[in-house]
């Protein structure tokens, strides 16, 4: 669903982050969304109500008891015209008062007064965020239906302070938006009923306790398929090697290292309707990992006796009892794309291999877009190049729509 002609409504509360949330507004407004902006006072501490109110198209609102607004329950009028409520971002403070419902200001008030889907992108230091009352909170706020983005690892604005609690960047916030708009709309969730299994990233094989085997894979084309699917309405589970990806929001994440600790937790998440395998698998693993640090000396280069891992596609696949009723491989390939990818559809058993060339020129790898050939056993359709995003988007829609035509 895109924002085209909603009507959000966005609190910022008092911290550093709050001047992302100009960049929020334009964002929001660049998609077709008009938006209303209701300040707190300490967010007046970092940025203007002029400036918010110059982005958004009409004066940002700070007081409750404004002779102007409230002649009329302006309060009101705030929280129930709109078709979303986001909170960018949200201070532990205000996520206090929203778990505890106080209303002792214009936006608690309006966010207590609101029947509309809430979104908030927390921000705080990490201390705070990891706190025991703002877990509480945070776990009382997922209970009371608010969805959440972030809070994303990295710097914070205090020197030599790092953690989770930055807030979530502006267009993952509208992405965020766009979902739980979407997924209030029976029409945008085909797939709504169904469990997906979908595997990303790639397979770390350990050499000894610091080296291993790993390659290039980001994880974000099955991350982004796992966020399309549970957009879509697909109870999702997201089997994650090891990436630097946030976990998708609404989706069931586990995190693994090895292929033989990927097929493990495949196998225990089958039954589903569809089995998405994206993760770049590593095809070998030493066959006995050093317990201690490989240290150079005078025996020369150390030679690793390589043993295959186990396939986990074809063993999915190939299930006798229990197979899913839709199985998707991905094949990452440098030259011939094409052929190898009909090739590794016979070997594997699968329904569909999406094929893609991860050769150093095509970006790929590591990148943010993608071409990609889906191959079944009646042909190949080619995509053109496109955002991950969209391809997962994309895809997503032929497995809602194969899934329908099967009854």
Request: proline residues 5%; glycine residues 8%; neutral net charge.
């Amino acid at each position: 669903m895109t924002l085209s002609s909603t009507k959000i409504l966005l609190v910022i509360s008092g911290g550093i982050a709050a001047y992302k949330a100009l960049d929020l507004i334009r964002r929001l407004r660049e998609r077709g969304a008009s938006v209303r902006v209701v300040m707190t006072r300490s967010a007046q501490e970092f940025v203007t109500p002029l400036a918010a109110g110059a982005l958004a198209g009409e004066p940002a609102y700070t007081d409750l008891f404004d002779s102007k607004t409230e002649f009329d329950v302006g309060h009101i009028r705030l929280a129930r015209e709109c078709d979303l409520v986001v909170v960018a971002p949200a201070t532990a403070n205000l996520m206090a008062k929203m778990a505890g419902g106080h209303a002792d200001d214009l936006a608690s008030t309006v966010l207590l007064a609101t029947d509309r889907p809430v979104l908030v992108a927390p921000a705080m230091n990490p201390v705070m965020w990891a706190s025991a009352a703002t877990r509480r909170n945070v776990a009382q706020l997922a209970a009371d239906g608010v969805v959440m983005v972030g809070p994303n690892a990295g710097e914070m604005a205090e020197r030599n302070e790092a953690g989770v609690g930055r807030m979530a960047e502006p267009l993952e916030i509208v992405a965020a938006a766009e979902r739980l708009l979407a997924a209030r709309d029976p029409a945008a969730r085909p797939l709504a009923g169904m469990k997906m299994l979908v595997t990303s990233g790639p397979t770390h094989e350990p050499i000894d306790p610091v080296r291993y085997i790993a390659n290039r894979s980001s994880g974000k084309q099955g991350h982004a398929i796992a966020r399309a699917a549970a957009a879509a309405g697909a109870a999702v589970t997201l089997i994650s090697g090891p990436v630097t990806l946030a976990d998708p929001p609404c989706v069931t994440v586990v995190h693994v290292e090895s292929a033989r600790d990927m097929l493990a937790a495949v196998e225990a998440a089958l039954p589903v309707d569809v089995a998405v395998f994206a993760a770049a698998v590593a095809d070998w693993r030493v066959a006995s990992a050093g317990a201690q640090k490989i240290k150079k000396g005078a025996a020369g280069t150390p030679q690793l006796d390589l043993v295959e891992n186990p396939d986990i596609l074809a063993t999915v696949a190939r299930r006798t009892s229990g197979r899913p009723p839709l199985v998707v491989g991905f094949a990452a390939e440098t030259e011939h794309v094409v052929d190898n990818a009909r090739k590794k559809l016979a070997r594997k058993g699968c329904d569909w291999i999406v094929a893609n060339d991860v050769s150093a020129e095509s970006g790929v790898m590591g990148g943010d877009r993608n071409t990609v050939h889906v191959v079944t056993r009646d042909g190949v359709d080619s995509w053109p190049i496109q955002s991950k995003e969209e391809v997962a988007q994309a895809l997503v829609a032929r497995m809602a729509a194969t899934l329908k035509d099967r009854g």
